[in-house]
């Protein structure tokens, strides 16, 4: 029987530099996982690849996936939905892959109440004055939309509460190297591995 691998959810406030890190964790592989590619009906930004940063799709066909139970949690964020595919996540980790989901922060607290063996890390902005300058600095966000998304911001931070790890993003390096340390540590966690050695243990 294979293990079951790791659900990894990134997840944080808006702008903090999510997307960053996990380009940098998929550029680096800083470790070995599989990225569940969500579902949007954003418009695709410059540079962003269908089937690969998201499945880009109509409103429609975003509603039937939800009424067709296709997704395991989907949000509504700035004008535009989001939201994971079910299948592909149970297939990965029933092959015993890790999966690394990066959502929001109210996609994150759904993930958790479905599946709450999953592995939680919210990602800080060192400061909030920090994190606008870095949607500013983004340039791909009017200046409406990123005070939409400072108000969220100051809300999201407090949910901090109900993850299992908060890594702060004061560089992508540092916070990629704390994830990575978070992923080997949570692989030899006695709560993860004490099934398998009491197997062991048994067929002695
Ligand atoms: P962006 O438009 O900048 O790519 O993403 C906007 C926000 O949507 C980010 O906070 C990102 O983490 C979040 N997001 C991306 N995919 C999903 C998803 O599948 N579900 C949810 N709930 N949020 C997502």
């Known amino acids: 029987m294979v293990n079951k691998g790791l659900l990894l959810v990134l997840s944080g406030?808006?702008?903090v530099g999510k997307g960053t890190v996990k380009s940098?964790?998929?550029e680096q592989k800083a470790f070995p996982f599989e990225y569940s590619v969500s579902m949007t009906t954003r418009k695709p930004r410059p540079g962003e690849v269908d089937g690969v940063d998201y499945y880009f799709v109509s409103v429609d066909r975003f509603k039937d996936a939800i009424n067709q139970g296709e997704l395991i949690?989907?949000?509504e964020y700035v004008g535009n939905y989001y939201g994971t595919p079910l299948?592909?996540?149970e297939?990965?980790?029933s092959e015993g892959k890790d999966v690394?989901?990066?959502i929001d922060v109210n996609g994150a607290q759904k993930v958790r109440e479905q599946m709450?063996?999953?592995?939680?890390?919210?990602?800080t902005p060192p400061d909030l004055h920090e994190l606008k300058h870095r949607l500013v600095?983004?340039?791909t966000d009017s200046e409406k939309v990123i005070q939409g998304r400072m108000k969220q911001a100051r809300k999201e931070i407090m949910m901090m509460s109900d993850y299992d790890y908060a890594v702060v993003n004061d560089t992508v390096a540092n916070a990629v190297s704390h994830i990575k340390a978070i992923v080997e540590a949570e692989h030899v966690s006695v709560k993860r591995v004490i099934d398998s050695y009491r197997k062991m243990v048994e067929e002695d």
């Open 13 to 15: 406030p808006s702008g």
């Open 24 to 26: 940098a964790i998929v």
């Open 73 to 75: 949690e989907y949000n």
């Open 87 to 89: 299948k592909p996540v």
């Open 91 to 93: 297939k990965m980790l």
């Open 100 to 102: 690394l989901l990066e």
């Open 116 to 123: 709450p063996d999953g592995v939680f890390i919210f990602l």
């Open 137 to 139: 600095h983004r340039g």
